[in-house]
């Protein structure tokens, strides 16, 4: 692992995938033995934001969707296992507990809540792209696995409380058919889902342990629905967590490189040990 994470503004197709401000202070920051401090850097990214006009005490969601892609676009260059990425959770981190002005987003604090955060992860998931060339295809999958890297570590650190989005990711990797095996689409989505348990595993094991078989309302039932090779209920349960288990095992067979195959399995072994230490009777 290099101790220095070259940052770029620009994708390789000459999209800025990151803002200039944010972009410097970041640059800077995320460097092993930087002099900028974890809250200067939250402090100087809160400066970017614009201030209320006249008596107003609320602000437009513009600059907050620009700043929150910003970020992905960061967090999918630093790999998961660099200290950088660490240091990136910090900044959204020290950012919640900078003093509450009053100002709002959407009617959420600023920036106690990270107002619009949620909205800009939701509408990343909409990926990962396509493309027909192999090395760019590769690097876009890299970028979506480092990206929901970032998201299970935000998850684990309780910097925000998506408790959705690991089930989403965990159904798509184990409880839908992936054809063909031995692809880079199934390295890709057992590696993303494997992510989820790495960085967030203690927080769905205390949610499992609290409430083994949750009781869901009808909208939570339908956006957390099994897929289809899971007969079992929606939502974080205890005979789910325990069939994502097996399916990391039977699908680390099937993988393409040994990398994703070794993840799994170390995921699938993971998840064995937290159940006997903290989910079985």
Same mark, same amino acid.
């Given at each position: 692992? %290099?101790?220095?994470?070259e940052?770029? #503004? &620009? !994708? @390789? ?7 200039? /401000?944010?972009?410097? $202070? ?21 400066k ?11 602000l ?6 620009g ?64 493309? %027909? ?5 590769? #690097? &876009? !999958? @890299?970028?979506?696995?480092r990206?929901?890297?970032? /998201?299970?570590?935000? $998850?684990?650190?309780?910097v ?58 009808d ?24 069939y ?17 195959? %070794? ?19």
């Amino acid at each position: 692992m %290099a101790v220095r994470i070259e940052l770029k #503004q &620009i !994708d @390789l197709k000459g999209k800025k995938i990151v803002d200039e /401000s944010v972009f410097n $202070i970041l640059n800077d920051y995320l460097q092993l033995g930087s002099s900028t401090s974890t809250s200067q850097a939250a402090i100087a990214i809160s400066k970017l934001a614009p201030e209320p006009s006249g008596e107003e005490k609320t602000l437009s969601d513009e600059f907050f969707f620009g700043l929150w892609k910003s970020i992905i676009g960061v967090a999918e260059q630093i790999p998961p296992d660099h200290f950088a990425q660490d240091k990136l959770v910090g900044v959204l981190r020290e950012l919640t507990l900078l003093p509450d002005s009053g100002v709002t987003v959407w009617g959420a604090r600023l920036w106690t809540d990270l107002p619009v955060l949620g909205a800009v992860f939701r509408e990343h998931l909409n990926g990962p792209g396509h493309s %027909a060339d192999e090395e760019e295809q590769g #690097q &876009i !999958d @890299l970028a979506w696995i480092r990206f929901h890297a970032f /998201s299970a570590k935000l $998850i684990g650190a309780g910097v925000v409380h998506f408790e959705n989005q690991p089930i989403w990711m965990l159904r798509e990797a184990l409880e839908e058919q992936k054809n063909p095996v031995k692809s880079s689409a199934l390295d890709r989505d057992l590696i993303t889902a494997a992510m989820y348990i790495e960085f967030s595993g203690p927080v769905l094991v205390e949610a499992l342990a609290a409430n083994p078989e949750p009781e869901l309302s009808d909208e939570l039932r339908r956006i957390l629905k099994a897929g289809t090779l899971f007969s079992g209920g929606s939502g974080l349960r205890l005979d789910r967590w325990s069939y994502w288990t097996k399916r990391f095992r039977e699908e680390a067979e099937k993988t393409k490189s040994e990398k994703a195959k %070794a993840i799994a399995l170390r995921t699938a072994r993971l998840m064995e040990v937290w159940t006997n230490a903290r989910l079985s009777n």
